[in-house]
């Protein structure tokens, strides 16, 4: 599957912002999707995902209650609403999907194969 992530951009600290990460190749309505992100100098690491089933998400204690992920099927597309940002919400965040039947939401960088070329999100003071 290939994804293409958007939306990212310069903001103040408390804006909002909405990305999106379109899918091509093979509908990931069914499949465990996710967005991590990755500072400067940093890992990798995991904001927020939708288990396979659609059944739960899961967040970052550091995005709880900010963000909001959310998928479109009939799109083929997933988001990531992202409110009241902050200095440290900065970085680059990248989509990704895996289809494997996982039985709680995947948080590890490692459980995903397919990854979008990530869209630069900094928020300024």
């Known amino acids: 599957v290939q994804l293409q992530a958007s939306g990212g951009g310069l903001v103040q600290a408390g804006d909002s912002l909405r990305l999106s990460c379109v899918a091509s190749?093979?509908?990931?309505?069914?499949?465990?999707v996710g967005w991590f992100r990755q500072a400067p100098g940093k890992g990798r690491d995991f904001v927020a995902g939708i288990k396979w089933n659609g059944g739960s998400t899961r967040y970052a204690d550091s995005v709880e209650a900010r963000f909001t992920i959310s998928r479109d099927g009939a799109k083929n597309t997933i988001y990531l609403d992202m409110h009241s940002l902050k200095l440290e919400d900065t970085a680059v965040y990248y989509c990704?999907?895996?289809?494997?039947?996982?039985?709680?939401?995947?948080?590890?960088?490692?459980?995903?194969?397919?990854w979008g070329q990530g869209t630069l999100v900094t928020v300024s003071s």
């Open positions: 190749g093979r509908n990931i309505s069914t499949y465990n």
């Open positions: 990704t999907a895996d289809p494997r039947p996982y039985i709680t939401v995947p948080t590890s960088a490692d459980q995903f194969p397919d």
